[in-house]
């Protein structure tokens, strides 16, 4: 490390500085003796140094760090400026800040009693004027005796070298975050529960395995695991969702104090955040709910981050946050905190949610390609690789070619994969939560539906044999045809997807941005895609459907012949198709400013009595139908 003593002259700078020094047993170095003589005449004839004095002297001072981070260093250096100090931090993560503060009167009083050093005691109220007293790092008194100093020094260095955050949680996921953060030499604890004959030194043989994991503390006790971590505590957790994340909490409290912060990073249900949120604040503790997608890769890698919770809960750790996600074209952190409450865990749910239906579509067009239009795997995979190339680009279709290519055994892979989809949950929470709030979520729902139809694998089978149901192929359909009507679906996809966060943001009184949430998922996450880096644009400034930009209806006017004509030919040769189903129903009812719905109303009213309301009056009617 190195420790820069820092404040007005006459504090003590050097003479801590030296005994630190001495007490860590590495090289002293005083700032001054860097500046060049010039900057010296200056001082010594009662002139103050200007910025552009100055600006060369740090920048020398820091050409040193290479050296200084190999041997320790300790730095006496007035930076007086917050700018000085983010000059000498730039880019290094091993230096520390120690201030040392006290009066004008008595630093006054010790500088008149000093001999033979440049300084003039009259420039001290300049120096006064200057200083922006820092708001991090080491605070000391320098009014008190040297080793009373000194040792508070130590104390808070100690503290200070204590792991920044601990994990709860070693499954495939917790592994992966884990490495990510000591990747980014974020000091880690990490804990896994013993279960004797099942889970035994799981956490101690995981910090073992790995090289980047040298410097992380494995525990199985959650007293000490919490103990070893510095204040305010900052604790992840990667636990199933629903009763275990109470457990691990109930079992966190005796052990936390006020201001200590717990994220979830599981998929845990909103509501369950919601709950937990306030719960939690009553006890002075604050609970993130924190959406991370990227899967095992990009947890390791990079993932995209939704953090939901408090403000003060973020800015303990939202830079330990935004260090381990994936970066978006401009460099910056896939991870932004999106709102209140369980809004980040929302944002998640709803992210599965596109991403349900955007797996769907994929499987959707594989299936008409190869059962209805007679195309090998081969074609196929070529096709998604020209389709990815270009405007459609995604990594879920990055992923679809890989898929169809691979064999096993001389045999395609796929062929082998039963046909019965599964899924975590999330799905049908969004379907839910979308249902709750009034909003459409047509494709969506419907990808889930799949997923439970195709769980139906006899009953299916069954169906075939009695219907004897034969597939006829699709010969008029073109593959431009077909990448128009999958690149309409996904925007008509995406839209009611952004719409459903629109509702509920209203609804739960989040203020969730949703450009900034588009610009999240650009990277890192499973629906990345050229789609959502162009809904950066279109969600900024724009408080409506995607489907009512200016720049959207032009594409949407062109594509939805072909996915209407997609639709039609796909359906009347007996595919079954869903989401592109969903999608067209979707768009044909958003578009028409008269429905049917007025005889839903009419029945209503006649067997329920429920009454209506009318284009022609105010107010609600009931009629004696009979």
């Known amino acids: 490390m190195i420790y820069i003593i820092m404040g007005v002259s006459g504090v003590g700078k050097t003479t801590i500085g030296k005994a630190l020094a001495r007490h860590l047993d590495i090289p002293f170095y005083d700032a001054d003796d860097f500046h060049p003589k010039a900057n010296k005449d200056k001082m010594a004839s009662g002139i103050a140094l200007q910025d552009d004095d100055r600006w060369p002297w740090l920048d020398t001072i820091v050409s040193n760090y290479t050296q200084w981070e190999v041997t320790g260093a300790v730095l006496a250096c007035s930076a007086l400026k917050e700018a000085y100090r983010l000059r000498l931090l730039v880019d290094h993560t091993k230096v520390e800040l120690i201030y040392l503060s006290a009066s004008f009167d008595a630093v006054q009083e010790r500088l008149s009693a000093r001999a033979a050093h440049f300084f003039n005691p009259t420039l001290l109220q300049s120096q006064y004027d200057t200083l922006e007293v820092p708001q991090k790092g080491i605070i000391c008194d320098a009014l008190q005796s040297e080793e009373m100093i000194l040792q508070s020094i130590m104390n808070a260095i100690k503290e200070e070298n204590k792991p920044q955050l601990g994990l709860i949680g070693l499954g495939v996921m917790g592994k992966s975050l884990s490495r990510n953060f000591a990747n980014h030499d974020i000091r880690l604890s990490v804990y896994n529960r013993h279960v004797e004959g099942i889970e035994e030194n799981v956490a101690a043989d995981f910090v073992n395995t790995f090289p980047e994991l040298k410097n992380c503390k494995g525990f199985d006790n959650i007293e000490t695991f919490v103990t070893s971590l510095t204040l305010p505590r900052k604790i992840f957790l990667m636990v199933n969702a629903g009763p275990a994340v109470d457990a691990v909490v109930e079992a966190l409290l005796p052990h936390l104090s006020d201001g200590d912060v717990i994220m979830d990073g599981g998929n845990s249900h909103y509501i369950d955040t919601e ?16 959406g991370v997608s990227g899967g095992e890769e990009g947890a390791l890698k990079g993932p995209s981050i939704m953090p939901g919770g408090t403000d003060i809960g973020y800015t303990e750790v939202g830079s330990f946050l935004e260090a381990i996600a994936a970066r978006d074209r401009k460099g910056n952190a896939c991870c932004a905190k999106v709102g209140s409450g369980g ?29 209805y239009c007679n195309l090998s795997l081969e ?44 899924q975590k949950g999330t799905g049908s929470w969004s379907t839910t939560a979308a249902l709750e709030i009034g909003a459409p979520f047509d494709t969506i729902a419907q990808a889930v539906l799949a997923r439970i139809i195709s769980s139906e694998k006899d009953q299916r089978l069954k169906g075939e044999k009695l219907y004897k149901t034969q597939h006829k192929k699709i010969i008029e359909l073109n593959i431009e045809t077909i990448r128009q009507a999958y690149q309409t679906a996904r925007v008509i996809n995406h839209a009611i997807g952004f719409e459903t966060l629109r509702k509920a943001s209203s609804h739960y009184d989040w203020n969730l941005h949703l450009s900034e949430i588009a610009r999240i998922w650009t990277n890192g996450c499973i629906i990345r895609s ?89 107010g609600s009617f009931h009629t004696i139908w009979e």
């Open 343 to 371: 809004s980040g865990h929302f944002v998640k749910m709803i992210h599965n949610g596109i991403e349900y239906a955007e797996m769907q579509l994929i499987a959707e067009i594989y299936d008409i390609m190869r059962s």
């Open 275 to 290: 709950r937990r949120v306030k719960e939690l604040k009553e006890k002075g503790i604050h609970f993130l709910g924190v």
């Open 530 to 618: 050229k789609l959502m880096e162009q809904l950066i644009y279109v969600l900024k400034d724009f408080d409506d459907n995607i489907l009512f930009h200016e720049s959207v209806i032009p594409q949407i006017v062109k594509g939805q012949t072909t996915l209407k004509l997609l639709v039609q030919q796909a359906v009347g040769a007996g595919a079954a198709i869903p989401v592109f189903n969903a999608a067209i129903n979707y768009f044909n009812a958003l578009v028409q400013g008269n429905s049917a719905a007025n005889m839903i109303q009419a029945q209503r009213d006649f067997f329920g009595a429920h009454t209506y309301e009318r284009k022609d009056k105010e």
């Open 379 to 422: 074609e196929i995979a070529t096709i998604f690789d020209t389709w990815n190339s270009g405007s459609e680009n995604s990594y879920l279709l990055e992923i679809s070619s890989k898929i169809v290519r691979k064999t096993e055994d001389g045999q395609p892979l796929i062929d082998l994969i039963l046909d019965k989809a599964k």
